[in-house]
């Protein structure tokens, strides 16, 4: 007599079961995808803060909370509104003044525009921006200066949320160094001086060179 075999189908997942399997695969992929994204960016700054010979020791200081940019309105000299976060996509070098623009704040835009220029070829992933905390109206000799800058009116308040000078030091004192992802990620000394520029150079050809896996010039989709 044939031995009969039967296959019995398994029974059908209850709702709740399915959606819940579903959720927990669709977190999964989720997750894997946010970690090879941001895998280049974890490699490159582990090289950078880690593995870096002791005699590169950074002449900026290193930040290690890295605030992200604030979900705050900025404004540009001729009054048009934009996000703030706009400025994300690109290494900035930032400095901060009130709009009068004394003999420190044309210093720092004078070292801005220099270090940038220094930069030769790779100059173009590096934008320097001026973050203008009050509203008094600009020189008009700074304007052609700033023709390759941004410019823009932010709230006092909504920086000092965000950068914070060393101790013993005002805002408008330093420049500071943000990230393509938007977080600031060093701050140069105070005062910076022209003696001293090479050596803030330095740093931001290392942080160039680090990130050159992942970061290229100009903002995405722009």
Partial sequence: MPLEMTIHGLPPLQPGV????????????MLAVFAVCAAPVVASYFTYYVLRPGQQRSFGELIA??????AATATTLDGVALPLQSLKGQWLLVSVAGGGCGPACENNLYLQRQLREALG????RLDRVWLVSDGADVPGHLRPALAQATVLRVPEAV???WLQPSPGHALQDHLYVVDPQGHWMM???????KADAGKAKRDLDRLLRASA???TAGRPGG
């Fill in 18 to 29: 399915a959606d819940a399997r579903r959720t927990r695969s669709g977190r999964w992929k």
């Fill in 65 to 70: 909370a890295q605030p992200a940019l604030p």
């Fill in 121 to 124: 070829r790779e100059k173009e």
């Fill in 159 to 161: 920086l000092r949320s």
């Fill in 187 to 193: 701050r140069m000394p105070a005062n910076l001086g």
């Fill in 213 to 215: 896996s992942w970061d």
